[in-house]
């Protein structure tokens, strides 16, 4: 079964904007379902809030149906006077041909870490398949077989999280070591942080060599942490059985990380914080007004950041983490913020280019859990099938089945 979005007399428009869409996650869902089937798929950028245009077939409509997603039977006039207005260069509009299903692999431990993980929830929510991997499988090169790699809520330093002073004491976190150790010396490593290295190298080539990455809450800065780090140990003697290297700090190397520079490493192990580029600690917001700013681009001239913004409001609910948002003085300037709260002077959702590829990192936990806790139940997105919060996620799962157009730059 195989069709482009020609030579239809009617197609099938899933609108993604407040009004005309009661499930927007699991209009990803439907819009992923069709490109598996080898259909192409046309994403209307900044059109209805990033609506999707696709081949108006009985399998479209019915699997709609049975998800419960809004959708609009449109005729082929209709739809070339929407596309026409879309090409207009007096409309921040763009259409964006969507061509193959990207396979995706979540990096996340084996285990039942006592948190759950927001992109997890979103694609099994809106049943999109999707591959666990952990070290193992990332120091044996599978990672050249994927699109797209989420990584868990993940420490790449080897200090476990920085949970010490709090969690040292509990069942999970004294398992939780032990399988590290065990797992760092089966791979034949003498410590977990020469370990957590390796695997944020190889995912670090993984990207240059092409691939798209993203992370949220403490992957983004304790990868970066871990980058800049290679060679040097950083972690106390609870963490690694011996001292951190004296004068540390001095001895990073900020020409190896992805998005942050200049930070100053939080060098207490009681403290529940990796470094400077969170602002968890430094914000002066309450929950009430509490929100992050999408920024507007050119959808024409600049589709990537377009994509990744793709909303029903440009105005999104704020969320913790353990790594809530970044300080804007760390982001490298080659580093493009999508998303900031400028009262507190942070960037959310950022996003740049390393080699061949691409790398996101979104700020905080869970975009339906402010203050999300290690034992907390798990958000039911039944609950919010029009997130805005999640739909950033979608949006980035969703970018690497676009087809690659020249730059106009």
């Known amino acids: 079964m195989f069709f482009t979005l020609s030579g239809f007399g009617s197609y099938v428009l899933i609108p993604m904007d407040a009004e005309g869409q009661k499930n927007h996650l699991k209009a990803y869902g439907v819009t992923y379902w069709t490109l598996e089937k080898q259909l192409k798929v046309k994403w209307l950028l900044n059109y209805r809030g990033g609506s999707f245009l696709l081949p108006d077939v009985p399998e479209i409509k019915r699997e709609c149906q049975i998800r419960g997603v809004s959708f609009e039977v449109i005729s082929d006039a209709k739809t070339e006077e929407i596309l026409e207005l879309i090409s207009s260069p007096s409309q921040n509009m763009e259409s964006i041909v969507l061509e193959k299903a990207p396979k995706i692999a979540v990096y996340s431990p084996k285990g039942n870490p006592p948190w759950d993980d927001a992109v997890t929830m979103v694609l099994t929510y809106a049943e999109i398949p999707y591959t666990t991997i952990y070290d193992e499988e990332v ?9 797209w790699l989420h990584l868990h809520h993940e420490d790449f330093t080897g200090q476990y999280g920085k949970f010490y002073r709090t969690y040292k004491s509990t069942a999970w976190y004294i398992e939780d070591k032990k399988q590290s150790e065990a797992l760092a010396l089966k791979l034949g490593y003498d410590k977990v942080s020469e370990e957590k290295l390796a695997v944020a190298l190889k995912i670090r080539d993984y990207v240059v060599g092409g691939g798209f990455m993203f992370a949220m809450c403490s992957a983004t800065d304790s990868f970066d942490i871990a980058l800049a780090a290679e060679g040097v140990d950083i972690c106390e003697p609870m963490f690694d059985g011996d001292a ?7 001895k990073l190397d900020f020409n190896k990380t992805f998005a942050f520079k200049d930070f100053i490493l939080e060098r207490n192990p009681n403290i529940y914080e990796f470094s400077s580029i969170d602002m968890t600690s430094k914000r002066q917001i309450p929950i009430t007004t509490d929100y992050f700013t999408l920024m507007d681009f050119s959808a024409k001239w600049d589709p990537i950041p377009t994509m990744l913004c793709q909303n029903h409001t440009a105005l999104v609910k704020g969320f913790m983490g353990q790594t809530t948002a970044f300080a804007r003085e760390h982001i490298k300037s080659n580093v493009l913020v999508m998303g900031e709260n400028k009262t507190n002077g942070e960037a959310k959702y950022i996003h740049g280019i390393k080699g061949k590829g691409f790398f996101t990192f979104y700020g905080g936990h869970d975009p339906e859990d ?14 919010h099938p029009t997130s805005p919060g999640y739909r950033l996620i979608l949006n980035n799962v969703l970018f690497p089945a676009a087809k690659k157009k020249k730059q106009k730059t």
């Open 370 to 383: 402010y203050t999300h806790k290690v034992g907390d139940p798990k958000t039911e997105l039944e609950l």
């Open 244 to 250: 951190s290297e004296p004068n540390y700090q001095s």
């Open 139 to 147: 120091l044996h090169d599978a990672l050249v077989t994927y699109d």
